[in-house]
């Protein structure tokens, strides 16, 4: 969902004007709740009165009217400092939102991490259906992407399990590099000039992904053959992949896909769903052979897409003697069902 005071808070003064534009429209006791929060001990019976711009005044800073109580507030952004000395003489009450929440001269101060932790304790008292439970979440949105969310600390028992948790992954990660280091030569020995040309990173291990990316003449220009260990999913992933630069091989994917002939029908009845996967840095579809259609694949723009042909097996798979032969068989299975497709003539 798009937030609403996202455009807001890029412009001079945004901050001020949602959090007033939230104060000014949600239900009352959510200004009366940040009023008691700042040490007010005025409260508003009616509706307040919101001026923003305050003429005169720094363009951070706007103007809540009520009886009684005539509240100036200022804000501050991330990088950019609290001008207070520019707001006009006697103009009532003030009260400023800074980063730190420190005490300011002649202004009631309140971090904004305080206005997030209010407004998630007034969370629950109001449905997400609501007006006021749909902006205090919005308004929560906008703090959380600006950095100014309420941080509350680590839980101790995440901090406890962290060094158990990568001691865990370090070892997960040797024996992954084990088993593709038994895997390479086992591919080569099928398919001659086969190798390893991409791995995954140390980024991929922490999310919980390992992979090893193989190409060579036998999978075509742009071909590759990707085995991967999904962790969190439990899924051992084999894959065919068809980029742009395979020129020929890809356009010769698209019509034996669209023609749905034997060749697919010979895909389609591979064990574990297989699928089509087309990725792009903007997009990605994944399709599961049984569902797809000529007509699905004819809304798409191919030629903007990796495609990828996609087996998944239960990651346990790995965990026996014989995995490597097994995976390696499974890879072949896959590599020469795409045989028309890796050859010059389409059978």
Do not use: C
């Not at 001008?83 to 202004?107: C, F, I, K, R, W």
């Not at 100014?148 to 865990?168: S, Y």
């Not at 996609?310 to 026996?320: D, E, G």
């Amino acid at each position: 969902m798009v937030n609403l005071f996202r455009r807001l808070s890029a412009e001079p003064g945004g901050l001020t004007v949602g959090l007033l534009a939230l104060l000014e429209h949600a239900d009352r006791s959510v200004l009366n709740a940040l009023l008691r929060e700042a040490g007010f001990s005025a409260q508003a019976e009616t509706d307040p009165t919101v001026t923003f711009p305050l003429p005169g005044a720094p363009p951070q800073a706007g103007a809540i009217t009520l009886p009684g109580l005539r509240l100036v507030v200022i804000t501050q952004n991330p990088g950019e400092p609290l001008d207070l000395e520019n707001l006009p003489p006697a103009e009532g009450e003030v009260l400023a939102v800074t980063l730190t929440g420190q005490p300011v001269s002649g202004a009631h101060t309140l971090a904004w991490a305080a206005v997030d932790r209010l407004l998630l304790k007034l969370t629950d008292q109001f449905s997400p259906e609501t007006r006021t439970g749909f902006l205090i979440r919005q308004f929560r949105g906008l703090l959380a992407d600006l950095g100014l969310e309420h941080f509350a600390g680590f839980h101790p028992a995440d901090l406890q399990q962290v060094p158990k948790a990568l001691a865990t992954l370090s070892r997960v990660d040797r024996t992954a590099d084990r088993f593709f280091r038994h895997v390479e030569p086992a591919l080569a020995a099928l398919w001659e000039g086969v190798s390893p040309v991409r791995s995954s990173g140390a980024d991929d291990l922490l999310a919980g992904y390992v992979y090893r990316d193989f190409a060579g003449d036998r999978f075509g220009p742009g071909g590759f053959l990707r085995i991967a260990l999904h962790l969190e999913q439990q899924d051992l992933q084999i894959s065919f992949w068809v980029t742009q630069e395979a020129g020929e091989n890809h356009r010769r994917l698209w019509q034996a896909l669209t023609d749905q002939g034997e060749w697919l029908d010979r895909l389609r009845e591979l064990e574990h769903d297989p699928l089509l996967w087309l990725w792009s840095p903007q997009q990605e579809h994944q399709i599961p052979l049984a569902e797809l259609t000529p007509a699905s694949l004819r809304t798409l723009d191919w030629d903007r897409y990796q495609a990828g042909l996609q087996r998944h097996h239960p990651l346990a798979l790995l965990t026996s003697e014989g995995a490597v032969q097994q995976v390696v068989s499974l890879a072949e299975q896959l590599v020469r069902r795409l045989d028309p497709i890796l050859t010059p003539v389409l059978h």
